[in-house]
């Protein structure tokens, strides 16, 4: 018994290993491909969602978020942005730290482009982010998500 227990075990662990490896690469990719298509990238705590209803029976929600780095765009100590949702659309945010892509219209207002936008902390992305942190402001993007 104490062999199949054992034996369970190490399969588990190296199924867990396995699965959170393969993770990895597709995680940093779509981050990649964020920054490509935005005006701004940093890392942030959200601290407030306001939610409104618009006319179009869509939702307005505007977040309020502590900047705690800034790897692209103007560097903010505090950044609100938009996003529009469907009406009825859960609000979900905890004190965790979040890296956000963001467009900047016109008139200076940040808003969210859209799904892939939103990224959960990692160390694979933290630690691409150390790398590569002095040619991100300087990096050339489309913008393709913002127009």
């Not at 939702?59 to 009406?87: C, P, W």
Request: with cysteine; aromatic share 12%; proline share 2%.
């Amino acid at each position: 018994m104490k062999k199949a227990f054992t034996l369970l075990f190490v399969l588990f662990s190296v199924t867990q290993s396995f699965t959170a490896k393969s993770d990895v690469p597709s995680e940093l990719n779509g981050f990649k491909q964020a920054i490509n298509n935005v005006h701004y990238l940093a890392k942030v705590k959200i601290t407030k969602v306001e939610v409104s209803r618009e006319d179009d029976e869509s939702e307005k929600h505007v977040y309020s978020a502590d900047v705690l780095a800034t790897y692209k765009g103007e560097t903010h100590k505090n950044i609100r942005y938009e996003m529009f949702v469907e009406q009825g659309e859960d609000v979900v945010f905890n004190s965790a730290p979040v890296y956000i892509a963001l467009c900047v219209d016109n008139n200076a207002t940040y808003y969210w482009p859209g799904t892939g936008s939103e990224f959960k902390y990692s160390s694979a992305i933290d630690s691409w982010l150390m790398e590569n942190k002095s040619k991100l402001n300087d990096m050339k993007s489309s913008a393709g998500w913002c127009e």
